[in-house]
Structure formats: C-alpha cells, structure tokens
C-alpha cells in the first residue's frame, strides 16, 4: 500500500506556541489530504480536508484559525496547531487516498502532541 | 451517512477464529464497506474492503450479506499480535462519508 510519513512523531511544547506537524505521500502523490485528532481511548475524529493549491475545509466545530492547513505541494500537507493549550494534546493522523482507489485511506504513523 | 454500530470489545484466545459484525441498517447504494485496524500510539491501517458478497485476502475474509444491512470481519487463528482496535467504515468516497469512525471494537487476544 501507499506509504504516508509524519513529523516529528511526538513533540512537546510550552503553552502559548505553535506546532507544525507535516504530513508526507512517500511514493505517490495526493491532491487531498486528510486530518484527524484522537484522544486517548477514543476514535478518531476527522478535523479537516486538505486540498493541494487551494483552501482547506473544516469540519464542523473546527477552528480554522487555530489548525492552519497548508497543502502546498503535491506530496506535502501541514498542519500548524497556534498558540497550544494543554487541551489541544492528542494523537494527530493524517491520510491520504490514491487515485483510482479513493475508497481506501492510508494513514500515516501519527503525530503525539504534549502541551504543557 | 451509513452509520455503524459494532461490539465495544472482544475478547479471543489465540489460534481462534474471530468474528467481528458491525451493523449499517441504512447503507447507502454507493457505500462501500471498509475495515481498519490500529494499535497504540499507531495510525489506522487499511485491512479489507467490499462492497457485497464475500471478499477474502492474504490478512482477513470479509462476508456481507446480500441486503449490505452489516459485515463481518473474520480474522483466522488470530495470534497475540492482532490485538488491536477494528474499526467498520461505510460511505462513499464521492460524497466524503467514508471517514466517519465509530468507537471501533477493542479485540484483545489471550494466550
């Protein structure tokens, strides 16, 4: 199957700063891109659509000033967490779809966020 | 939106067969059905799809039954290492349904 990267893989922050997590397509590449968040012992939870070259779109009760998005290649998507609180400290997972076989999500490793 | 509804939790010895269904009483035409397996601190990772009838590969064999109101998912002689959480997903991917997950079935295998 496709491969799907993240980084950094965890990462711990002071509150009040902003954390970039990138979301890459290894072997192929993806027009659209997908974030969720999971907290422990919960599913996941899809935040929003990334789109290469244009806007994302946020699922409902999803600030989108708070998570920017930015999906400006073909191969990379970022997700930007602003000025971090501790209740923003979850597991992030992006995935992708291939074209041809858009029923199926690849997921990548995840990304663990600590707020203090 | 299909949405699903599977048992919480499972509990299996190894070297059985286990069975999860997952119910989507209003399935979609369009919808397909999608398995995914996760473990701790891991992403999602695709474990079988379909659409009707029986679908089987090298992980996981997949039974729907004709009227697509459910699924199950059949893990053969299920060893330590399939200890994980399954989640059941149904939509169609042109509509951007396909990502709904529900709280998934915690299977845990013992020795």
């Known amino acids: 199957g496709a491969v799907v990267s993240q980084h950094p893989s965890r990462v711990i922050c002071k509150s009040g700063t902003s954390v970039k997590i990138e979301c890459r397509s290894l072997d192929f590449q993806a027009t659209t891109m997908f974030w969720y968040r999971q907290f422990p012992k919960q599913s996941l939870m899809l935040m929003a659509t990334?789109?290469?070259?244009?806007?994302?779109?946020?699922e409902q009760g999803v600030e989108k000033d708070k998570f920017l998005i930015n999906h400006a290649s073909l191969t990379l998507s970022t997700l930007t967490v602003t000025s971090a609180h501790p209740e923003d400290s979850s597991f992030y997972i992006c995935?992708?779809?291939?074209?041809?076989?858009?029923?199926?999500?690849?997921f990548g490793p995840g990304t663990r966020l600590l707020v203090l | 939106l299909a949405k699903t509804t599977q048992p919480i939790s499972m509990d299996s010895y190894e070297g059985q067969e286990v069975n999860i269904t997952c119910s989507h009483n209003?399935?979609?035409?369009?919808?397909?059905i999608t398995w995914y397996q996760q473990f701790p601190s891991q992403g999602p990772r695709f474990i079988i799809q379909?659409?009707?009838t029986k679908v089987t590969n090298e992980v996981a064999s997949l039974f729907i039954p004709a009227d697509r109101k459910s699924s199950t998912l059949s893990l053969p002689r299920v060893s330590l290492s399939d200890t994980a959480v399954y989640y059941c997903l149904v939509g169609d991917s042109d509509y951007g349904q396909n990502f709904v997950f529900g709280p998934g079935t915690r299977l845990s295998v013992l020795p």
């Open positions: 379909g659409y009707k």
């Open positions: 995935s992708t779809k291939i074209a041809g076989a858009e029923e199926t999500q690849y």
């Open positions: 209003n399935i979609a035409t369009n919808d397909y």
């Open positions: 990334s789109n290469e070259g244009s806007k994302a779109t946020y």
